[in-house]
C-alpha cells in the first residue's frame, strides 16, 4: 500500500506542468488561401523526477483544415518556456485550451475527459460571412506576435438595413463612414447600408430602418450613432435595481472597449442620456397601453394615466363589490383608502438648466404633479412659513432651517402612497422649494384624491397630523378647481406608529394608530422604506434638469410599484401567519384580564365604545390629568380678592398688577428668570466666546433692573424683607443667585410679621400648579427625548447632520433640566410649608433616577432585547468617548440612571467602556418586561405615585383598554388580509380584461404584445390564488351572514402554522401571552413598522 502511494505521488510530480505557448499563427497574409504553412509548435515543459530542473520538450499542433485557421486567444508572444508562476500559468491558459482542441480529447486518470471548445481560426472571408448576422461580436487577429482586436468594419463586413432575410439590396444606400453602434460589449465602427429598393416602401426613413434592426438612433435626421436595443434595456435594468448612473455606465463601456487608451472614439456621453431617456419614456408608454389606442394622440395623455394603480388598494368599479357601500357598520373600515404623506430632502436638485432648456417628456402623466399649475400655484404662496412640528423631528432633515434652500431649485420631493403597501399614487410627488409647507403638502394630497371615489373614507398618516389637519378642509377647498377633489371625503387623520413617540402625550392617545378603531394593523412607516429605496438615486438627480429629473423619478417609482405587485403575493401571505399566530395570543391575554376584572368590563367597555362613537367623550386611554394650573390658580386667586375688596367696600382696584396672588406670582416669574439664567450660565460658560460672554453680561442687567422693580413691590406685602436684603447686599452674589425672600424662605414667625392675607397659603397654592405644570412639560419633552434618540441612531449620518442632531438632543436636555428644577424647587418649597402647616404634602421628590421615560429602554426591552441592547450599547459607548458629563462638570438631573460612565477622573475611557459594560449588562439582565417598573411621574395626575386605589383602578382601564384594542387591531387585520386577497385577484382580472380589450388593433404585433400583457396579469392572478388556497374563504362576500360566522370564529385556524414564521417561545401559554401583550401594542421589534419587505 505504501509503495502505491508513493508511486502515485512521484507519478504527480513528474507530470507535465501545463504551460503551453503558441506561435507561427501568424495571418498576415491573407491573399492566398492554399499557401502551406508551418506547422504550430507548443512547448511542454515537465519538472525531473527530483524537482531540480525543468525538461522542455516540443509538440507540433496539427490543424485540422490548412483553409481555416483557429481563432484562439492566445495572449503571450515568448517562444520560451513559460515559467510556472501563477501569472505565466494563467496567460498560457487559453494556449492550454488550443492544444487540447487541437490533439482531441484528453486522458486523465483514465478517463476520456473533454475540454471546453475554443473556436477555430478562420481567414477573412469566413469571418466577415460568418458575421453577417453579428455584426458587433468582438474580433482578434494575429498580427505575427500577438492577437489584436480588429473590427469586422476594417475586415469588409457591411450591414444591409431593410433585407431580413439577408437577401442583397438593388438600391443600397451607404450611411456616414464614420457610423458607430454601441453595444454592451463596446464601441463598434460599422459599415451600414440603407435601402430604397421595394422592400421598404414603406419604411422608407433611416430612423425606421434602424429601428427594425433594433438599433436605436441618436438623432431623428441622418443619424450616425446608435444604440442596440440590449444596451438600453441592460442600462434601463441596472440603473433601476443597481441605482447606476448614466455616466459610470458609459465609462464601463469605454472601459470594456479600450482600457489602454489607444482607440479614439467620439464622446458620446450625452447622446447616450438622451437615448436612454427616450427609450424608457417609450416602454412607459407601451406598458401603458398607447401603443394600443390608435385613434389616441400621444400627446393627450391624460395626468397619471401611465401610473400603475395598487391593486390591493380599494378602486370602486375594479375590485369591489357591488352594494359597497350598504355594508353593515361594522365591516365599513374594509374599504377605507389608507394613504401616507411624507417629504424626503435628500432628492433635491440644484440651480441647473430650466423648463425652458430641459422639459419633460411626460411630466404629470405618471407620478409626477403637473408641473405648469403647480408651480403657478406656488408662486402665490411664497410668504408662506414653513411647517412646525411638536417633535421636531423636521430640523433634523433641515426642513425648517433658514438656508434649507441655497444653491438648489428643489430642496426635496413630498410624496403620497398607499400606507398599507407602499404604492406610490398617481400624481402624488411634488417638488418642495423651501421646508416642508403646507401648501405643496395640500396639492399633492388633492391631487392623488382625485384617483379615488370621495364615498370611499380615508385615512391619512402623516407625522406632522397633529398639525396639518387644523384646517385642512378650508385649505383643500382654496385650492384651483382643476386638482380640488370634485367631493370632499371623510378624513381620519392618524401618526405613524414610530413617529408617534416624538409627539406630546396627548398627540399619542388622539392621533395613534394602535387606538384608531378600523385601521387593523397598519404602521404608516412603510414610506420610509420608499425613501431607502430611492436614495440612491439622490446623487444623480441632483445634477440634473427639472424635466429630466422627473423622468427618471417616474421611471424608478414605476418600477418600485411593479415590484411592490410581484410582492404581494408573499407579502399577504406573510402578513396572514404573523396575525394568524398574534390573535391568537392576544385573545388568550384578553380572555384572562376580562376574567380578573369581570365586574368592571361592561363599564370600561361602554367607555371605549363612546369614546369611538364620539371623540369628546373621556378617552379610556389618557392617565388622569390634573386641571390645576398656574393660570387657574390666578384667576381663583383675582375673584377672592376682588370679592374681598367689595365685602369691605375698599377702592377699587387694579387687580392685575396690586393683588396678593399677582405678588408671588410675579416672584415665581423672578425665580424662573433666575433659573433660566442658571441655565445658561451652566451650558455656555465652561468655554464661552466673546458673543457668548457679553449676551449673558446683558442677560445679568435686565434681570438686576428687573429684580429692583420687584423688591419696590415686594415692600409693601413684606416690609421684614428690607433688613434682611441689607445684610445680605454686603456680599455681592451675581443676579441670578439674589434671594427673593418668598414665604417659605422666611421663618413661620417672619412670615407672620407680614400684614395681609396669608402669603403662605397663596405660594402654596401656586407651588401646587407649578410641580403640575412642571411634571407635564417634564413628560413631554421625555417623549421628544426618547424619539430624537431613535431617530438619530436609526436615520441621522455623516457630520454635519450627527452636529445638528445633537444640538437638538443637547437643548432638549437642557428643558428636560429646567423643568426637573423648576419641579424640585416648588417641591422644596411645599415641604417646607406643609412642615409649618402639618399637612399631608402630595407630591414625591423628584430623583435622578425618576426622570426617564414610559417606554425607555431603561426601564425595559421593547420588542427584543438583544436589538435594544445592541442600539443602546452603540449609543453609550460613545458617549463615553465624547464625555456625558455637562459643562458645568456637574451630574446632569435629566440623565437616565444613576451611572455616569467616566465620573472618575483617574478613570481612562478604556476602563469606563468597561465599568459602562459591566453594569449595562446587569441592568439588561434584570429588567425585562416582567419587572419593568414605571416611573412615579407616569402614574398620577397629582404627582403622589402612590398605590391607590383610584391609581390602581385607572390603571388597570387603561390596561384593559390597550388589551381590548390591540385584540381588536389584530381582528380587523384579519378581514384586511381577506379583502385585499380578494381585491388583488380582482383587479388582475379587470387588467388582464382591458389587455384584451386592446387586442383589437388589426396590427398582428400591437395585438400579441397586448394579449401578452393579458397573460402575466392572469398569470399572476393564478399564482396568486394558488398561494392563498389555503387562507382565501372561498366564495364568502364579507357582510353576508357567511361572513358573520366567520367574524364569531377568527380565521386562525384555517391555514396550517409555519414553525418558521413563528418565534420558539409562542407557544400556548396564556399567561406567556399576557405578559408579552405590552411588547407589541407601541412599536414593532424591527422598530420600522409591522410588516418589513424582505
Same mark, same amino acid.
Request: proline share 4%.
Given at each position: 500500500? %505504501?509503495?502505491?502511494?508513493?508511486?502515485?505521488?512521484? =507519478?504527480?510530480?513528474?507530470?507535465?506542468?501545463?504551460?503551453?505557448?503558441?506561435?507561427?499563427?501568424?495571418?498576415?497574409?491573407?491573399?492566398?488561401?492554399?499557401?502551406?504553412?508551418?506547422?504550430?509548435?507548443? &512547448?511542454?515543459?515537465?519538472?525531473?523526477?527530483?524537482?531540480?530542473?525543468?525538461?522542455?520538450?516540443?509538440?507540433?499542433?496539427?490543424?485540422?483544415?490548412?483553409?481555416?485557421?483557429?481563432?484562439?486567444?492566445?495572449?503571450?508572444?515568448?517562444?520560451?518556456?513559460?515559467?510556472?508562476?501563477?501569472?505565466?500559468?494563467?496567460?498560457?491558459?487559453?494556449?492550454?485550451?488550443?492544444?487540447?482542441?487541437?490533439?482531441?480529447?484528453?486522458?486523465?486518470?483514465?478517463?476520456?475527459?473533454?475540454?471546453?471548445?475554443?473556436?477555430?481560426?478562420?481567414? /477573412?472571408?469566413?469571418?466577415?460571412?460568418?458575421?453577417?448576422?453579428? $455584426?458587433?461580436?468582438?474580433?482578434?487577429?494575429?498580427?505575427?506576435?500577438?492577437?489584436?482586436?480588429?473590427?469586422?468594419?476594417?475586415?469588409?463586413?457591411?450591414?444591409?438595413?431593410?433585407?431580413?432575410?439577408?437577401?442583397?439590396?438593388?438600391?443600397?444606400?451607404?450611411?456616414?463612414?464614420?457610423?458607430?453602434?454601441?453595444?454592451?460589449?463596446?464601441?463598434?465602427?460599422?459599415?451600414?447600408?440603407?435601402? =430604397?429598393?421595394?422592400?421598404?416602401?414603406?419604411?422608407?426613413?433611416?430612423?425606421?430602418?434602424?429601428?427594425?434592426?433594433?438599433?436605436?438612433?441618436?438623432?431623428?435626421?441622418?443619424?450616425?450613432?446608435?444604440?442596440? &436595443?440590449?444596451?438600453?434595456?441592460?442600462?434601463?435594468?441596472?440603473?433601476?435595481?443597481?441605482?447606476?448612473?448614466?455616466?459610470?455606465?458609459?465609462?464601463?463601456?469605454?472601459?470594456?472597449?479600450?482600457?489602454?487608451?489607444?482607440?479614439?472614439?467620439?464622446?458620446?456621453?450625452?447622446?447616450?442620456?438622451?437615448?436612454?431617456?427616450?427609450?424608457?419614456?417609450?416602454?412607459?408608454?407601451?406598458?401603458?397601453?398607447?401603443?394600443?389606442?390608435?385613434?389616441?394622440?400621444?400627446?393627450?395623455?391624460?395626468?397619471?394615466?401611465?401610473?400603475?394603480?395598487?391593486?390591493?388598494?380599494?378602486?370602486?368599479?375594479?375590485?369591489?363589490?357591488?352594494?359597497?357601500?350598504?355594508?353593515?357598520?361594522?365591516?365599513?373600515?374594509?374599504?377605507?383608502?389608507?394613504?401616507?404623506?411624507? *417629504?424626503?430632502?435628500?432628492?433635491? !436638485?440644484?440651480?441647473?438648466?430650466?423648463?425652458?432648456? +430641459?422639459?419633460?417628456? %411626460?411630466?404629470?402623466?405618471?407620478?409626477?404633479?403637473?408641473?405648469?399649475?403647480?408651480?403657478?400655484?406656488?408662486?402665490?404662496?411664497?410668504?408662506?412659513?414653513?411647517?412646525?412640528?411638536?417633535?421636531?423631528?423636521?430640523?433634523? +432633515?433641515?426642513?425648517?432651517?433658514?438656508?434649507?434652500?441655497?444653491?438648489?431649485?428643489?430642496?426635496?420631493?413630498?410624496?403620497?402612497?398607499?400606507?398599507?403597501?407602499?404604492?406610490?399614487? $398617481?400624481?402624488?410627488?411634488?417638488?418642495?422649494?423651501?421646508?416642508?409647507?403646507?401648501?405643496?403638502?395640500?396639492?399633492?394630497?388633492?391631487?392623488?384624491?382625485?384617483?379615488?371615489?370621495?364615498?370611499?373614507?380615508?385615512?391619512?398618516?402623516?407625522?406632522?397630523?397633529?398639525?396639518?389637519?387644523?384646517?385642512?378642509?378650508?385649505?383643500?377647498?382654496?385650492?384651483?378647481?382643476?386638482?380640488?377633489?370634485?367631493?370632499?371625503?371623510?378624513?381620519?387623520?392618524?401618526?405613524?406608529?414610530?413617529?408617534?413617540?416624538?409627539?406630546?402625550?396627548?398627540?399619542?392617545?388622539?392621533?395613534?394608530?394602535?387606538?384608531?378603531?378600523?385601521?387593523?394593523?397598519?404602521?404608516?412607516?412603510?414610506?420610509?422604506?420608499?425613501?431607502?429605496?430611492?436614495? $440612491?438615486?439622490?446623487?444623480?438627480?441632483?445634477?440634473?434638469?427639472?424635466?429630466?429629473?422627473?423622468?427618471?423619478?417616474?421611471?424608478?417609482?414605476?418600477?418600485?410599484?411593479?415590484?411592490?405587485?410581484?410582492?404581494?403575493?408573499?407579502?399577504?401571505?406573510?402578513?396572514?401567519?404573523?396575525?394568524?399566530?398574534?390573535?391568537?395570543?392576544?385573545?388568550?391575554?384578553?380572555?384572562?384580564?376580562?376574567?380578573?376584572?369581570?365586574?368592571?368590563?361592561?363599564?370600561?367597555?361602554?367607555?371605549?365604545?363612546?369614546?369611538?362613537?364620539?371623540?369628546?367623550?373621556?378617552?379610556?386611554?389618557?392617565?388622569?390629568?390634573?386641571?390645576?394650573?398656574?393660570?387657574?390658580?390666578?384667576?381663583?386667586?383675582?375673584?377672592?380678592?376682588? =370679592?374681598?375688596?367689595?365685602?369691605?367696600?375698599?377702592?377699587?382696584?387694579?387687580?392685575?398688577?396690586?393683588?396678593?396672588?399677582?405678588?408671588?406670582?410675579?416672584?415665581?416669574?423672578?425665580?424662573?428668570?433666575?433659573?433660566?439664567?442658571?441655565? +445658561?450660565?451652566?451650558?455656555?460658560?465652561?468655554?464661552?466666546?466673546?458673543?457668548?460672554?457679553?449676551?449673558?453680561?446683558?442677560?445679568?442687567?435686565?434681570?438686576?433692573?428687573?429684580?429692583?422693580?420687584?423688591? /419696590?413691590?415686594?415692600?409693601?406685602?413684606?416690609?421684614?424683607?428690607?433688613?434682611?436684603?441689607?445684610?445680605?447686599?454686603?456680599?455681592?452674589?451675581?443676579?441670578?443667585?439674589?434671594?427673593?425672600?418668598?414665604?417659605?424662605?422666611?421663618?413661620?414667625?417672619?412670615?407672620?410679621?407680614?400684614?395681609?392675607?396669608?402669603?403662605?397659603?397663596?405660594?402654596?397654592?401656586?407651588?401646587?400648579?407649578?410641580?403640575?405644570?412642571?411634571?407635564?412639560?417634564?413628560?413631554?419633552?421625555?417623549?421628544?427625548?426618547? /424619539?430624537?434618540?431613535?431617530?438619530?441612531?436609526? #436615520?441621522?449620518?455623516?457630520?454635519?447632520?450627527?452636529?445638528?442632531?445633537?444640538?437638538?438632543?443637547?437643548?432638549?436636555?437642557?428643558?428636560? #433640566?429646567?423643568?426637573?428644577?423648576?419641579?424640585? +424647587?416648588?417641591?422644596?418649597?411645599?415641604?417646607?410649608?406643609?412642615?409649618?402647616?402639618?399637612?399631608?404634602?402630595?407630591?414625591?421628590?423628584?430623583?435622578?433616577?425618576?426622570?426617564?421615560?414610559?417606554?425607555?429602554?431603561?426601564?425595559?426591552?421593547?420588542?427584543?432585547?438583544?436589538?435594544?441592547?445592541?442600539?443602546?450599547?452603540?449609543?453609550? !459607548?460613545?458617549?463615553?468617548?465624547?464625555?456625558?458629563?455637562?459643562?458645568?462638570?456637574?451630574?446632569?438631573?435629566?440623565?437616565?440612571?444613576?451611572?455616569?460612565?467616566?465620573?472618575?477622573?483617574?478613570?481612562?475611557?478604556?476602563?469606563?467602556?468597561?465599568?459602562?459594560?459591566?453594569?449595562?449588562?446587569?441592568?439588561?439582565?434584570?429588567?425585562?418586561?416582567?419587572?419593568?417598573?414605571?416611573?412615579?411621574?407616569?402614574?398620577?395626575?397629582?404627582?403622589?405615585?402612590?398605590?391607590?386605589?383610584?391609581?390602581?383602578?385607572?390603571?388597570?382601564?387603561?390596561?384593559?383598554?390597550?388589551?381590548?384594542?390591540?385584540?381588536?387591531?389584530?381582528?380587523?387585520?384579519?378581514?384586511?388580509?381577506?379583502?385585499?386577497?380578494?381585491?388583488?385577484?380582482?383587479?388582475?382580472?379587470?387588467?388582464?380584461?382591458?389587455?384584451?380589450?386592446?387586442?383589437?388593433?388589426?396590427?398582428?404585433?400591437?395585438? *400579441?404584445?397586448?394579449?401578452?400583457?393579458?397573460?402575466?396579469?392572469?398569470?399572476?392572478?393564478?399564482?396568486?390564488?394558488?398561494?392563498?388556497?389555503?387562507?382565501?374563504?372561498?366564495?364568502?362576500?364579507?357582510?353576508?351572514?357567511?361572513?358573520?360566522?366567520?367574524?364569531?370564529?377568527?380565521?386562525?385556524?384555517?391555514?396550517?402554522?409555519?414553525?418558521?414564521?413563528?418565534?420558539?417561545?409562542?407557544?400556548?401559554?396564556?399567561?406567556?401571552?399576557?405578559?408579552?401583550?405590552?411588547?407589541?401594542?407601541?412599536?414593532?421589534?424591527?422598530?420600522?413598522?409591522?410588516?418589513?419587505?424582505?
Amino acid at each position: 500500500m %505504501g509503495s502505491r502511494k508513493r508511486s502515485r505521488k512521484r =507519478s504527480q510530480r513528474s507530470s507535465p506542468i501545463r504551460t503551453f505557448t503558441a506561435q507561427d499563427f501568424d495571418d498576415s497574409d491573407d491573399s492566398d488561401h492554399d499557401t502551406k504553412r508551418s506547422k504550430p509548435t507548443a &512547448f511542454i515543459s515537465s519538472l525531473s523526477t527530483d524537482r531540480r530542473r525543468v525538461v522542455v520538450e516540443p509538440v507540433n499542433l496539427s490543424i485540422d483544415s490548412p483553409a481555416k485557421k483557429v481563432n484562439a486567444p492566445v495572449a503571450s508572444s515568448s517562444s520560451k518556456p513559460i515559467s510556472s508562476d501563477g501569472f505565466d500559468a494563467f496567460a498560457s491558459f487559453s494556449a492550454d485550451l488550443l492544444a487540447e482542441e487541437l490533439q482531441g480529447a484528453s486522458k486523465r486518470k483514465g478517463k476520456q475527459r473533454e475540454r471546453p471548445k475554443v473556436k477555430k481560426l478562420v481567414c /477573412r472571408e469566413c469571418i466577415v460571412e460568418q458575421h453577417r448576422r453579428k $455584426p458587433l461580436d468582438i474580433i482578434e487577429k494575429w498580427n505575427g506576435k500577438f492577437f489584436e482586436r480588429v473590427s469586422l468594419h476594417t475586415l469588409g463586413l457591411s450591414v444591409q438595413l431593410g433585407h431580413i432575410d439577408g437577401s442583397l439590396c438593388q438600391s443600397p444606400r451607404p450611411a456616414p463612414t464614420n457610423f458607430t453602434v454601441i453595444h454592451t460589449n463596446g464601441f463598434h465602427r460599422v459599415a451600414v447600408n440603407y435601402c =430604397s429598393c421595394y422592400m421598404t416602401l414603406d419604411q422608407s426613413h433611416p430612423r425606421q430602418q434602424l429601428i427594425r434592426y433594433e438599433w436605436y438612433p441618436a438623432t431623428h435626421s441622418a443619424p450616425q450613432t446608435c444604440f442596440t &436595443f440590449r444596451l438600453l434595456e441592460n442600462f434601463h435594468a441596472m440603473t433601476l435595481l443597481g441605482k447606476i448612473s448614466a455616466y459610470d455606465y458609459y465609462r464601463a463601456l469605454e472601459k470594456l472597449t479600450d482600457d489602454c487608451g489607444r482607440l479614439q472614439f467620439k464622446n458620446r456621453y450625452r447622446s447616450f442620456r438622451r437615448a436612454a431617456r427616450q427609450y424608457r419614456h417609450l416602454k412607459m408608454l407601451k406598458r401603458g397601453g398607447k401603443g394600443n389606442d390608435a385613434n389616441i394622440d400621444v400627446s393627450k395623455t391624460q395626468a397619471g394615466e401611465l401610473a400603475l394603480l395598487c391593486p390591493a388598494c380599494p378602486q370602486v368599479g375594479i375590485n369591489l363589490p357591488e352594494n359597497w357601500e350598504n355594508t353593515s357598520t361594522d365591516k365599513k373600515f374594509l374599504y377605507t383608502m389608507f394613504l401616507a404623506v411624507d *417629504a424626503c430632502f435628500r432628492l433635491k !436638485r440644484k440651480l441647473v438648466s430650466s423648463e425652458e432648456a +430641459d422639459p419633460g417628456l %411626460g411630466t404629470g402623466w405618471a407620478y409626477m404633479v403637473e408641473d405648469e399649475p403647480y408651480r403657478s400655484y406656488l408662486k402665490d404662496r411664497t410668504s408662506e412659513t414653513e411647517m412646525s412640528s411638536c417633535s421636531g423631528l423636521a430640523a433634523l +432633515d433641515h426642513a425648517n432651517s433658514r438656508n434649507a434652500r441655497g444653491n438648489y431649485a428643489t430642496s426635496g420631493v413630498a410624496l403620497g402612497r398607499c400606507a398599507r403597501h407602499e404604492m406610490i399614487q $398617481p400624481n402624488g410627488v411634488g417638488d418642495l422649494q423651501k421646508g416642508e409647507r403646507y401648501c405643496n403638502v395640500d396639492w399633492v394630497v388633492a391631487s392623488l384624491l382625485r384617483y379615488h371615489d370621495h364615498k370611499l373614507k380615508i385615512c391619512l398618516s402623516y407625522d406632522i397630523c397633529c398639525q396639518y389637519c387644523r384646517k385642512f378642509i378650508d385649505r383643500i377647498g382654496a385650492l384651483p378647481l382643476h386638482v380640488r377633489p370634485a367631493a370632499i371625503h371623510r378624513f381620519l387623520f392618524v401618526i405613524p406608529k414610530l413617529h408617534i413617540y416624538g409627539h406630546k402625550l396627548s398627540c399619542q392617545l388622539a392621533y395613534s394608530l394602535n387606538l384608531t378603531p378600523g385601521v387593523g394593523r397598519t404602521d404608516g412607516e412603510g414610506i420610509e422604506r420608499n425613501w431607502a429605496g430611492q436614495g $440612491p438615486i439622490a446623487t444623480s438627480t441632483t445634477e440634473m434638469g427639472p424635466g429630466s429629473r422627473h423622468d427618471t423619478l417616474d421611471d424608478h417609482w414605476a418600477n418600485w410599484n411593479w415590484r411592490k405587485i410581484l410582492g404581494l403575493g408573499s407579502l399577504l401571505t406573510r402578513r396572514w401567519k404573523l396575525t394568524k399566530t398574534w390573535l391568537t395570543k392576544q385573545q388568550c391575554a384578553f380572555d384572562i384580564l376580562n376574567r380578573n376584572q369581570a365586574s368592571q368590563v361592561p363599564v370600561w367597555k361602554k367607555m371605549v365604545e363612546d369614546f369611538e362613537a364620539d371623540g369628546s367623550k373621556p378617552n379610556p386611554y389618557a392617565p388622569p390629568t390634573s386641571t390645576i394650573t398656574i393660570q387657574t390658580v390666578r384667576e381663583e386667586l383675582a375673584r377672592e380678592y376682588e =370679592s374681598n375688596l367689595k365685602t369691605l367696600g375698599g377702592p377699587d382696584q387694579d387687580l392685575a398688577s396690586n393683588g396678593p396672588g399677582e405678588f408671588i406670582l410675579l416672584a415665581l416669574e423672578m425665580e424662573e428668570r433666575q433659573r433660566q439664567l442658571k441655565e +445658561d450660565a451652566r451650558v455656555k460658560l465652561l468655554r464661552p466666546t466673546s458673543k457668548q460672554a457679553a449676551d449673558l453680561l446683558d442677560k445679568r442687567v435686565k434681570l438686576r433692573r428687573l429684580l429692583t422693580a420687584f423688591e /419696590r413691590k415686594q415692600n409693601r406685602f413684606m416690609p421684614i424683607v428690607s433688613s434682611l436684603r441689607v445684610s445680605a447686599a454686603e456680599i455681592p452674589v451675581q443676579p441670578e443667585n439674589v434671594p427673593l425672600y418668598l414665604p417659605s424662605q422666611l421663618s413661620e414667625a417672619q412670615v407672620k410679621s407680614c400684614t395681609g392675607p396669608d402669603l403662605s397659603v397663596i405660594e402654596a397654592r401656586f407651588r401646587n400648579a407649578q410641580c403640575s405644570e412642571s411634571l407635564d412639560e417634564m413628560r413631554n419633552q421625555l417623549l421628544i427625548k426618547w /424619539r430624537l434618540r431613535t431617530y438619530k441612531g436609526l #436615520h441621522v449620518r455623516h457630520q454635519e447632520k450627527l452636529r445638528r442632531s445633537n444640538t437638538l438632543l443637547n437643548l432638549n436636555e437642557s428643558k428636560i #433640566h429646567l423643568h426637573s428644577q423648576r419641579y424640585q +424647587d416648588a417641591w422644596s418649597a411645599l415641604h417646607v410649608l406643609s412642615l409649618r402647616t402639618c399637612t399631608t404634602l402630595n407630591w414625591r421628590e423628584l430623583k435622578r433616577s425618576d426622570i426617564r421615560c414610559m417606554e425607555d429602554p431603561e426601564d425595559g426591552p421593547v420588542g427584543n432585547p438583544r436589538k435594544n441592547r445592541t442600539t443602546r450599547t452603540t449609543e453609550e !459607548r460613545a458617549e463615553v468617548v465624547t464625555g456625558s458629563e455637562n459643562q458645568s462638570g456637574d451630574r446632569d438631573l435629566s440623565s437616565d440612571n444613576d451611572f455616569e460612565p467616566g465620573t472618575d477622573e483617574d478613570e481612562t475611557p478604556t476602563e469606563a467602556l468597561k465599568r459602562w459594560q459591566q453594569k449595562r449588562d446587569k441592568i439588561v439582565k434584570q429588567t425585562g418586561e416582567g419587572k419593568r417598573v414605571v416611573s412615579w411621574i407616569w402614574v398620577a395626575a397629582d404627582g403622589a405615585g402612590y398605590a391607590s386605589d383610584d391609581v390602581l383602578h385607572n390603571s388597570l382601564r387603561i390596561e384593559w383598554a390597550k388589551t381590548y384594542a390591540r385584540l381588536n387591531r389584530w381582528k380587523e387585520e384579519s378581514f384586511l388580509l381577506i379583502e385585499e386577497m380578494r381585491r388583488v385577484l380582482e383587479a388582475f382580472k379587470w387588467t388582464a380584461s382591458v389587455w384584451q380589450g386592446r387586442a383589437v388593433t388589426g396590427n398582428e404585433a400591437k395585438d *400579441a404584445y397586448a394579449l401578452r400583457q393579458a397573460d402575466v396579469y392572469s398569470s399572476l392572478g393564478q399564482k396568486f390564488s394558488t398561494m392563498w388556497q389555503k387562507v382565501v374563504v372561498q366564495g364568502v362576500e364579507l357582510g353576508d351572514e357567511e361572513a358573520d360566522d366567520y367574524e364569531e370564529e377568527p380565521p386562525v385556524s384555517s391555514m396550517p402554522q409555519d414553525e418558521d414564521e413563528v418565534d420558539e417561545d409562542e407557544g400556548g401559554d396564556p399567561e406567556e401571552a399576557l405578559n408579552t401583550g405590552d411588547e407589541i401594542s407601541d412599536v414593532d421589534d424591527d422598530g420600522n413598522g409591522d410588516f418589513d419587505e424582505e
